[in-house]
């Protein structure tokens, strides 16, 4: 039982184009949630979060828009640069948690070609 | 700023071997994290602690251990490693205030034949 999708196991873009990553969750409880970004060998870095209450949080080129009634969330990065090449993993916590706990997507793999 | 370490980085052992992963962290967290990665599986979260001399079951606990016997320190346990328990192990920490990002280390990579 996967609460926390993303269907698309790799995306290519052109640099300078847009990236748009999506994220689909089962569970309503959620009501905050973070993606974060992965290069080969290192650790998951954090990149933005938004919380249920709003349906857009923005960071320079990096947007995340929340569909709270489709139970969808995506990633825009706009434009892509080939250092944006990692895989990224949409992640949703439950607010009723007082532990934090996570439950991730399977990731996306994103290749940005020069 | 070193935020979370993990050690060792590389591994590998023999079925039935035990071993340690040591996680510390200096940004005085309450809450820590055990996550293993595996291809296509994202990250999936094996043991938790929420503070000093606490910890609690993840989605996948089965065959791991885990201490949190000093607020900087978690350590896993593996008491006899089996192939299936091959994979990459990541450890988190975040505060316990509001909404809030954990913080990963870089990873311990594990190898058992």
């Known amino acids: 039982d996967q609460q926390v999708k993303q269907n698309s196991p790799s995306l290519s873009v052109q640099e300078g184009r847009i990236s748009i990553l999506n994220c689909d969750y089962t569970n309503s409880m959620f009501d905050y949630f973070l993606w974060y970004k992965k290069y080969p060998a290192e650790g998951p870095t954090f990149l933005i979060s938004?919380?249920?209450?709003?349906d857009k949080n923005e960071d320079g080129r990096f947007t995340v828009f929340l569909n709270k009634s489709a139970k969808h969330l995506s990633l825009h990065i706009v434009p892509s640069q080939p250092g944006d090449s990692a895989v990224y993993f949409c992640?949703?916590?439950?607010?009723?948690?007082?532990?934090?706990?996570?439950?991730f997507g399977q990731g996306t793999t994103l290749q940005v070609k020069p | 700023n070193a935020g979370v370490t993990q050690t060792p980085k590389f591994r590998v052992l023999k079925t039935g071997q035990s071993m340690t992963l040591l996680c510390a962290q200096d940004m005085n967290h309450e809450y820590m994290y055990w996550y293993r990665q595996d291809p296509g599986m994202g990250l999936r979260l094996i043991h938790y602690s929420v503070g000093e001399g606490t910890t609690a079951k993840g989605e996948v606990p089965d065959g791991y251990n885990v201490s949190r016997l000093k607020k900087q320190n978690f350590l896993l346990g593996l008491e006899s490693a089996a192939p299936s328990q091959t994979s990459v192990y990541f450890c988190?920490?975040?505060?316990?205030?509001?909404?809030?990002?954990?913080?990963f280390g870089d990873g311990t990579r594990l190898s058992i034949l």
């Open positions: 988190a920490s975040r505060g316990i205030m509001g909404n809030q990002p954990q913080h």
């Open positions: 992640a949703a916590q439950k607010g009723s948690s007082n532990t934090g706990k996570l439950i």
């Open positions: 938004i919380s249920s209450i709003k």
